[in-house]
């Protein structure tokens, strides 16, 4: 399988716990190597960017406001079928059906403040990467 990339948000309720090393903890004993990493304050307009996919679904604005409030850590992650394998120690959206062991079953609160964010697919990686990082910011 082939190594590939893949983007993650350690969202706001994870770093208002200090819980930014022990959910990159998870995902490093997962596979997954961290290879570009910023703490940001989100603007509305660029959480709405990024959530652009999502506004017209009922809660758009709710999830808006809480990646504006407070900050997050933005990642690329690396590893063997990056996407697949983010998305499987994140675990499902709603923690209450998030299998033993995820991240989102660990930690997160509630369906929105679910701790971490992941690219769904290579395609929206590729682009969720772009959002937030120039080229050289990511060193592999
Ligand atoms: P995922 O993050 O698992 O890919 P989605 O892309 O469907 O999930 O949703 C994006 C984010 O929106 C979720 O991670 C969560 O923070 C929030 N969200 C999703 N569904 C709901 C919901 N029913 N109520 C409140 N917030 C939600
Ligand atoms: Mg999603």
Redesign the pocket.
Known sequence: MAVTRTFSII?PDATRRNLTGGVTKMLEEAGLRVVASKRIHMTREQAEGF?A??KE???FQ??VA??ISGPVVVQVLEGEDAVSRN?EV?G???PENAAEGTIRKTYAE?????S???S?SEENAATEIAFFFKPEEIVG
């Open positions: 969202k959530y996919v999502h679904r009922p809660f709710d999830l809480f990646m998305r994140m499902a959206t709603n509630s369906i929105e403040a679910n971490v964010h992941g769904d």
